[in-house]
């Protein structure tokens, strides 16, 4: 069964660093591209970042270089490293696999992260 | 990467059609044919429901379909059901390996 199962989340204060980890299962993550997701609390979906077969990585321009996605092909795991995390980054992050043509085909169950201090 | 432009909400009652638009810029929707769509029940994860425009995932009910104009695409859902009552989130890929989501509507079944 295809599966991606999301950790690591939490309540993390302003400034603060945190690394979300997606399990995939019934396929690997380094033939895929791989999304991760965010979604504020009652607001709609935003798109962070992709990474490619290739490991080549884009990013949404509101991040400034404060995140970054990678990948263990040995675990089968993506991660996402969060740095200098702001109150305005507190959402429900979601790992996807790019299936079709620049759509997500499947999803994890999402990791809340909470930013407050 | 604006993001793309939905109706807060939308309602109707069971067996009616309604219509869910996505407006987009010349960046996005208007330059590609890379549009997707989404529902999501709530607290749950979104599940692809269309891509490309007009395609559907294998599973997907045909009561589902998508179109697009210009810049804005559209999700029309038929024969209106109960548990069609989610959020609908559309995408379009924005150039530069991005994507862009809108802010998504609430549908209502009466």
């Known amino acids: 069964e295809v599966e991606l199962v999301e950790s690591g989340g939490g309540l993390i204060q302003p400034g603060g660093s945190l690394r979300l980890s997606c399990a995939a299962s019934g396929f690997t993550v380094d033939t895929s591209y791989m999304s991760w997701v965010r979604q504020a609390p009652g607001r709609g979906l935003e798109w962070v970042s992709v990474?490619?077969?290739?490991?080549?990585?884009y990013y949404a321009d509101f991040l400034k270089g404060r995140f970054t996605i990678s990948r263990d092909s040995s675990k089968n795991i993506l991660y996402l490293e969060m740095n200098n995390v702001a109150v305005e980054d507190s959402a429900v992050y979601y790992c996807?696999?790019?299936?079709?043509?620049?759509?997500?085909?499947?999803w994890g169950q999402g990791t809340m992260v909470t930013v407050s201090s | 990467q604006s993001a793309l432009t939905q109706p807060a909400s939308v309602s109707g009652s069971p067996g009616q059609s309604i219509t869910i638009s996505c407006t987009g810029a010349g960046t996005d929707i208007g330059s590609y044919n890379l549009v997707s769509w989404y529902q999501q029940h709530p607290g749950k994860a979104p599940k692809l429901i269309i891509y490309?425009?007009?395609k559907r995932p294998s599973g997907v009910s045909p009561r589902f379909s998508g179109s697009k104009s210009d810049y804005t695409a559209s999700l029309t859902i038929s024969g209106l059901q109960p548990d069609d009552e989610a959020n609908y989130h559309c995408?379009?890929?924005?150039?530069?390996?991005?994507?862009?989501f809108g802010g998504g509507t609430n549908l209502t079944v009466l």
């Open positions: 996807a696999r790019v299936g079709p043509p620049e759509a997500l085909d499947i």
């Open positions: 990474i490619f077969a290739s490991g080549k990585s």
């Open positions: 490309e425009v007009t």
């Open positions: 995408c379009s890929y924005a150039g530069r390996n991005t994507l862009v």
